[in-house]
């Protein structure tokens, strides 16, 4: 089957999932349209920014159907290939079902890259009429299956070099000793006050969301620098960063979230909180760290002061198996292999 244009439904700025994946459509020559729900739902939006709230947080479905149909209509005057949906709550089954309608030939494929806490009724709505339903998590595929969902097969996040690849550094160049960006958890909160405990003499620096909201450790927050960085900067952060620690969300357990992937692409060194769904493809002290318990994160920080020329051979064969095998390019081509 010959696929060349592909539309891709979700957010559109400079470094969300959608936009890694539109460049690697264009890598391999497809035709990417783009449809982003909450600006369509935005050009219907009335009262500035109680608007804006009520969308937020009550979504009104007229508004809803509105940005539903339009994205009908773009569907058939475009006529793409393959529709690709992120998440996609807000995209309703009728339309998915008018979309088949219109379109019979459309390829209707759904990543889903997230922890399952997060799923809503309006994804199970769709479940059968998708072609392809895409779990970032192995160990979801048979509970995705039992619930309706057809075609579930595993296609894991992935690394971005278009948005994240720098050269790695050598060991003298780094800005910071410690860093981790991401939003507050109790769980992440918990080993950080251990690395300010144990390190408290280095460079530590936090960078996330509801930390300034919910940490209350004095310590902690004087490490907090603000609520995130971007694209090149986060690469950028990464890179020049002597120790990056990804403290993987309870709730993406056993999963690998964007950061495991993010991190290596900037050619940065990564310790990682225990990955069950990779650490047979990203081995321990070969292309990352990782750590289970209290102990383990500090004996793998000391390790790494301890063992710099390692540490450096660590960062690059991140990023090579990261060029190899774990690239947005490679999961779309996987994507298109499972719906030919």
């Known amino acids: 089957m010959n696929l060349t244009k592909i539309l891709i439904v979700g957010a559109v700025n400079n470094y969300c999932l959608e936009t890694s994946y539109a460049f690697a459509a264009q890598s391999l020559k497809f035709e990417v349209l783009r449809f982003d729900p909450n600006k369509e739902i935005a050009k219907h939006l009335r009262l500035g920014k109680v608007g804006r709230l009520i969308q937020d947080f009550f979504q009104p479905e007229v508004w809803m159907k509105k940005m539903n149909r339009e994205l009908i209509v773009k569907v058939k005057e475009t006529k793409p290939d393959i529709i690709l949906l992120t998440g996609g709550s807000k995209i309703l089954y009728g339309t998915l079902v008018t979309i088949k309608v219109i379109h019979p030939k459309v390829k209707l494929v759904w990543v889903w890259p997230d922890t399952p806490a997060n799923l809503n009724s309006n994804n199970f709505s769709y479940a059968r009429i998708l072609d392809l339903s895409a779990t970032y998590s192995y160990s979801t595929i048979d509970t995705f299956r039992s619930l309706g969902f057809n075609n579930v097969q595993w296609v894991a996040l992935a690394g971005d070099p278009s948005l994240h690849w720098m050269q790695a550094l050598p060991e003298t160049r780094f ?119 209290d102990d383990q994160l500090v004996d793998a920080i000391n390790w790494v002061i301890n063992h710099p020329n390692e540490a450096e051979q660590i960062r690059v064969a991140g990023q090579q198996k990261i060029s190899l095998r774990h690239t947005y390019r490679s999961r779309l081509e996987e994507i298109l292999r499972l719906i030919n």
């Open 175 to 293: 800005n910071r000793d410690i860093s981790f960006v991401g939003m507050w958890r109790p769980e992440r909160e918990k080993a950080l006050k251990v690395i300010c405990q144990k390190f408290g003499r280095m460079n530590i620096e936090i960078y996330g969301k509801y930390w300034k909201r919910n940490c209350k450790d004095d310590l902690l927050l004087s490490k907090w620098k603000g609520e995130g960085v971007f694209a090149k900067d986060l690469a950028n952060y990464f890179n020049s960063t002597r120790v990056n620690l990804n403290i993987i969300d309870d709730t993406n357990f056993p999963a690998a979230n964007m950061r495991f992937f993010e991190i290596p692409t900037a050619g940065g060194l990564q310790v990682c909180s225990t990955c069950p769904e990779f650490q047979t493809e990203f081995i321990e002290k070969k292309e990352i760290l990782y750590f289970e318990n």
